[in-house]
């Protein structure tokens, strides 16, 4: 098995390593694992592309530009942000510095032009062969649950309405404080399905509009020769989000769904559980979501391996993996390894390294070198 490897150079405003240093863990890694593609990014650092690419294409290696999309642009560039069903701008969660995990409306021109036009104005196209694009959704419940409903202003609102969706009808269930028409009652593992026929609609519409809203991004990327590939949820939550998995797998060169266990953050698979469950009505959402998943140990081997298996199903899927120790992230060499280990006998080719193999501790690759 393959491993990519994730690199965060820093932000837009900000450089958190330099070219020296990532060359330096490259070359480590490419005399000790078996290296697929690499993804870096989002810092604006030109020498470091340029030492980077020359590095990655003497082994053979494509290297990725790793880019947000619907989230965090705004920290260099004018976005259309979202509208709640309240009809107020949606408000972010801030990580780290550059990641505020502000979404802007998926809908909007301008938002699904911006990503190839900040390529074409910061980045050296010529020196990368694709772009791993992140924050490829809607808000999750993280953000709480005006936001995760996503997006409300009249352009969403108008294609919500084109596919037979009563938005008034929606607006008004999410206006109450009882929940429930929002917690799903069958899944297929990718999808959900609701008690309520215009609530399942509702679900459906949101992840057919984000589908064509990262074909006409992917589309600007394709027509100046690069491969785009997707920063995605694990399966369980990929649906509140508007992610159709199988459908952005048949559309990319490959997707990453964050498979993280040991990260308490937002894409965090516990994260995210507990947001879904929190905003959704407590215990009666638990008790239902652990019998649709056939548990509440979501940070399991069990549940883990039940992902991957599902994931299997699909083409062009490398799971990422978290590797680095930092506040809301407790990894170890043995949690790693057998990470790693579970994805290359569930049959993967590769596996995303994330989200910095940089910073990583150097135990937790060297861990990996007989994997």
């Not at 993804?39 to 947000?68: K, N, R």
């Not at 998995?245 to 894409?267: D, G, S, V």
């Not at 638990?286 to 994931?311: R, V, Y």
């Amino acid at each position: 098995m393959k491993y990519d490897l994730q690199i965060r150079n820093g932000c837009f405003h900000s450089k958190v390593c330099g070219s020296e240093e990532i060359c330096q863990r490259l070359k480590w890694c490419f005399e000790n694992l078996n290296v697929g593609r690499i993804l870096m990014g989002w810092g604006i650092d030109s020498s470091s592309f340029a030492a980077v690419s020359t590095l990655v294409h003497e082994h053979g290696s494509e290297l990725f530009l790793w880019l947000p999309v619907f989230a965090d642009l705004e920290e260099i560039a004018a976005t259309d942000n979202s509208m709640d069903f309240r009809g107020n701008s949606m408000h972010g969660v801030p990580v780290m510095e550059g990641e505020n995990f502000l979404f802007g409306c998926p809908t909007s021109r301008r938002n699904q032009a911006l990503p190839a036009e900040l390529v074409d104005q910061y980045f050296d196209s010529t020196l990368i062969d694709g772009v791993f694009l992140d924050k490829v959704r809607n808000a999750s419940f993280g953000n709480g649950f005006d936001s995760a409903m996503g997006c409300f202003c009249d352009e969403c609102d108008e294609a919500y309405r084109k596919k037979g969706i009563d938005t008034a009808y929606i607006k008004n269930l999410m206006s109450k404080g009882d929940r429930h028409h929002f917690v799903p009652v069958t899944t297929d593992g990718f999808s959900y399905t609701f008690s309520d026929p215009m609530v399942d609609g509702f679900f459906r519409a949101k992840a057919e509009n984000m589908t064509r809203s990262l074909q006409l991004v992917a589309e600007r990327f394709r027509t100046i020769g690069l491969k785009v590939a997707f920063d995605t949820f694990a399966p369980f939550a990929a649906w509140f989000v508007g992610q159709d998995l199988p459908a952005l797998a048949e559309e990319a060169a490959f997707i990453k769904p964050m498979l993280y266990r040991r990260c308490l953050l937002p894409a965090g698979m516990r994260f995210e559980f507990d947001s879904i469950v929190s905003e959704l009505g407590g215990k009666a959402c638990l008790d239902q979501m652990k019998c649709l998943l056939n548990t509440d140990d979501i940070t399991g081997d069990p549940f883990f391996e039940s992902q991957l298996a599902l994931l299997s199903t699909l083409p062009n899927v490398s799971p990422g993996i978290e590797i680095n120790v930092q506040s809301g992230c407790f990894c170890t060499p043995e949690y790693v390894k057998q990470s790693l280990q579970t994805v290359a006998e569930a049959g993967f080719d590769s596996a995303v390294l994330s989200w910095d193999v940089v910073s990583a501790p150097l135990e937790h690759l060297k861990t990996l070198a007989r994997i």
